[in-house]
């Protein structure tokens, strides 16, 4: 069945029907055009994965295995993955990057409570495409334990760091820490091409994209901190003015 992620039609060669279920959001509406390419689980991938997830359904395992696949595959068409979540807010996006637990649930969560109108594009696994001058985040049906995003992009405005800390604090990262820090949020396909065609992604983003480093802890200041900032308004004031609107 072809599938419309990312912008591109993917054939999913899958036997299981976990995996039709799983991305049914994304099913394309045009089945007889060729696709752009193709993702599925070869029977080493599925073996490779059983024995690191033993006791897991072969459904769950090939999913696995198929979205692998096509991660490797996505630089060759001027895409990659970064492990993060996403946020639009007024068709503008914002990357919350970190290590596992560094809080990008709970943060992003904390947008979606306080400001009318946030919405999650996805939570764990966006796929990032450079278009012109421009990066788009796509949702992709991938999207973390907690299944929070749906099938859309937006423009990206910027990326996030997060860290926890006692109070609220925000700068500005240089290239150098932004590098430093997104490396760990990259899927690095295996084969050469398309390996350097994610680094050369990865360098277009730190170029193009402003990244931050927010010290936060769970509260309301913490959404201030980090929207004012990185947007440039006023955080009563969009609050307010949002939340007459609804």
């Known amino acids: 069945m072809i599938y419309e992620i990312a912008g591109l039609r993917v054939l999913i060669k899958n036997k299981n029907l976990f995996t039709t279920r799983f991305c049914k959001g994304w099913i394309s509406a045009d089945q007889n055009s060729l696709p752009d390419l193709c993702a599925e689980a070869t029977e080493e991938a599925m073996g490779e994965e059983k024995a690191v997830s033993p006791g897991y359904p072969d459904g769950y395992i090939e999913n696995i295995c198929i979205y692998r696949d096509l991660c490797q595959q996505l630089p060759e068409y001027g895409r990659f993955l970064v492990h993060s979540a996403v946020l639009s807010y007024q068709n503008e996006g914002f990357a919350f990057l970190g290590r596992s637990g560094a809080g990008k649930t709970t943060h992003t969560g904390l947008w979606l409570r306080y400001l009318p109108g946030a919405e999650i594009i996805n939570g764990?696994?966006?796929?990032?495409?450079k278009d012109g001058d421009i990066f788009y985040a796509?949702?992709?049906p991938w999207m973390g334990k907690e299944s929070r995003g749906r099938n859309a992009k937006v423009p990206l405005k910027a990326l996030c760091f997060l860290a926890q800390k006692k109070g609220n604090t925000i700068r500005r990262?240089?290239?150098k820490e932004t590098s430093e820090k997104l490396?760990?949020?990259l899927l690095i396909p295996q084969d050469e091409k398309n390996?350097?065609?994610?680094?050369?992604?990865?360098d277009s983003l730190i170029s193009s994209v402003p990244a931050y480093l927010l010290e936060c802890d769970i509260s309301e200041t913490a959404v201030r901190t980090s929207f004012e900032e990185m947007t440039g308004k006023d955080y009563e004031n969009e609050k307010q003015s949002k939340g007459d609107l609804l």
């Open 138 to 140: 796509f949702g992709t």
């Open 195 to 202: 390996a350097i065609a994610t680094l050369e992604l990865a």
């Open 124 to 129: 764990d696994k966006p796929v990032f495409q």
């Open 183 to 185: 490396m760990t949020q």
């Open 173 to 175: 990262l240089t290239p």
